[in-house]
């Protein structure tokens, strides 16, 4: 009679036995050394105020007869990064053009608020930029030694900003704002860290990429292959969801009767095939 009793309940939970699918996991990528293709360096003159393109990337202010509120526009091109993408670590790399045991430079970071970025063409364009409303301050920079690259504060929210814009999708260019404009770094004798070039600058972003959810439909069967120790648990998979790895299966039993997935007594291990459209999954089980 308790053999009867498990066969009976294997079959009457069938009806009503869940099916868990296992979704797509997310995926962590490093993506490193991102060398800016092109990058645009303004000034301020103190005495008429006039802002023009400056001859070399300058970050911090001076004052006196000098230039001060320097700023640099960076644009990376071809941005590996999906659109809606977790950004985990992001950082501005640059690399010191000179030695300067000056004072502490103060800046900010932020990012061109844009789906993809165009080269800079002026000052005008430049400054009419929208910038992200995410940033980061990059306070107390030290003394620079020539040919060391320097490492920024994380700013990963203003990566975020841009990669979860709609219209960002990736390969996308993007333009990352470094300056003083508000002047807060220290003043009188004072000379700004400094770098040169397009290639004195790399982005270094680590992401975590964001998970499709797909969603199937599937249909349990009874049990076949019912013996004295052993059965064998069937499915057909209705729908795959169009996920291009296929649908992984886990089947519960129990000699109890629920409903419940979380209250069954006994599980299969996840199904080492994954099925698609049109396919019956199935699991050998031996009864407890």
């Given at each position: 009679?308790?053999?009867?009793?498990?066969?009976?309940?294997?079959?009457?939970?069938?009806?009503?036995?869940?099916?868990?699918?296992?979704?797509?996991?997310?995926?962590a990528?490093?993506m490193?050394?991102?060398?800016?293709?092109?990058?645009?360096s303004i000034?301020?003159?103190?005495?008429t105020?006039?802002?023009?393109?400056?001859?070399?990337?300058y970050?911090?202010?001076?004052?006196?007869?000098?230039?001060?509120?320097?700023?640099?526009?960076?644009?990376?091109?071809?941005v590996?990064?999906?659109?809606g993408?977790?950004?985990?670590?992001?950082?501005?790399?640059?690399?010191?053009?000179?030695?300067?045991?000056?004072?502490?430079?103060?800046?900010?970071?932020?990012?061109g608020?844009?789906?993809?970025?165009?080269?800079?063409?002026?000052?005008?364009?430049?400054?009419?930029?929208?910038?992200?409303?995410a940033?980061?301050p990059?306070?107390?920079i030290?003394?620079?030694?020539?040919g060391v690259?320097?490492?920024?504060?994380?700013?990963?929210a203003?990566?975020?900003?841009?990669?979860?814009?709609?219209?960002?999708?990736?390969?996308?260019?993007?333009v990352?704002?470094w300056?003083?404009?508000?002047?807060?770094?220290?003043?009188?004798?004072y000379?700004?860290?400094i770098?040169?070039?397009?290639?004195?600058?790399?982005?270094?972003v680590?992401?975590?990429?964001?998970?499709?959810?797909?969603?199937?439909?599937v249909?349990?069967?009874?049990?076949s292959?019912?013996?004295?120790?052993?059965?064998?648990?069937?499915?057909?998979?209705?729908?795959?969801?169009d996920?291009p790895?296929?649908?992984?299966?886990?089947?519960?039993?129990?000699?109890?009767s629920?409903?419940l997935?979380?209250?069954y007594?006994?599980?299969?291990?996840?199904?080492?095939a994954?099925?698609t459209?049109?396919?019956?999954?199935?699991?050998?089980?031996s009864?407890?």
């Open positions: 009679m308790l053999h009867k009793r498990i066969i009976l309940a294997l079959l009457y939970i069938m009806a009503i036995m869940p099916i868990i699918v296992m979704p797509s996991p997310t995926y990528t490093t490193a050394n991102n060398t800016a293709t092109s990058n645009f000034r301020q003159n103190p005495t105020s006039v802002w023009s393109q400056g001859t070399f990337n970050v911090g202010c001076v004052n006196g007869s000098n230039d001060t509120k320097y700023g640099i526009g960076i644009r990376f091109s071809a590996p990064i999906p659109q993408a977790t950004i985990d670590a992001a950082y501005l790399i640059v690399t010191s053009a000179g030695t300067y045991a000056q004072d502490t430079v103060n800046s900010i970071i932020q990012g608020d844009a789906d993809s970025a165009a080269a800079f063409a002026t000052v005008a364009d430049y400054q009419a930029r929208t910038r992200t409303s940033y980061e990059w306070l107390g030290d003394h620079w030694t020539a690259e320097y490492q920024s504060e994380d700013i990963s203003v990566v975020e900003e841009i990669v979860d814009r709609a219209g960002w999708v990736s390969g996308n260019n993007m990352i704002f300056d003083d404009h508000n002047a807060a770094s220290s003043q009188g004798s000379v700004p860290a770098v040169r070039g397009g290639a004195s600058y790399k982005l270094m680590e992401y975590t990429a964001a998970t499709a959810v797909s969603y199937c439909n249909t349990t069967k009874d049990a292959g019912i013996g004295s120790g052993s059965a064998v648990f069937n499915a057909y998979i209705d729908e795959d969801g996920d790895n296929g649908v992984a299966v886990q089947f519960g039993y129990s000699n109890v629920t409903a997935f979380s209250n007594l006994w599980f299969t291990s996840w199904s080492t994954n099925y459209e049109g396919e019956a999954a199935v699991s050998a089980v009864p407890h």
